[in-house]
């Protein structure tokens, strides 16, 4: 195993145990306080019917809040399997399960979709080499 896979999979370790932490604070705090000033930033810029791409998604909880403000739909990747199905879990509980895909993957090495808005909320402080997640 090459050493920026043993570093993927410590970081989704990490994630996984905060999993239910995070799901719990968005449930009942909402967006962390700087998670809220880069959704206002977004908002300015108009997200009505436009595609969002969630790098770093962890529980979606920028993405759900997107899409209630009018966002077409959200795709979101995480290195934490059980971020994975706490964002799939919420996206349910919230409706949001036509419209909210998240999946397991590397921002930095996945075959990524198209989309009119890339969030990465808290996401390049977490690799080593964040160069392949910056490419075009």
Known sequence: ???????VDKIAQEFD???????DRYRNKGLS?????????????NVRDRSVLD?????????????KEGA???VGFDLSPKMIS???????ANGFESRAKFQLGNGATSELP???????????CC???????LKP
């Open 127 to 133: 690799y080593s080499d964040w160069r392949p997640v």
């Open 55 to 67: 790098l770093g998604c962890g529980a979606g909880g920028l993405s759900f809040e997107l899409l």
């Open 33 to 45: 306080r700087s998670s809220k000033l880069l959704l206002r930033f977004i908002l300015d810029n």
């Open 86 to 92: 706490v964002a799939n879990e919420l996206a349910q």
């Open 114 to 124: 198209g989309s009119d808005i890339v969030v990465m909320d808290k996401m390049l």
């Open 17 to 23: 145990g905060d999993a239910c932490e995070f799901c």
């Open 1 to 7: 195993m090459d050493p920026s896979s043993l570093e």
């Open 72 to 74: 077409s739909n959200a």
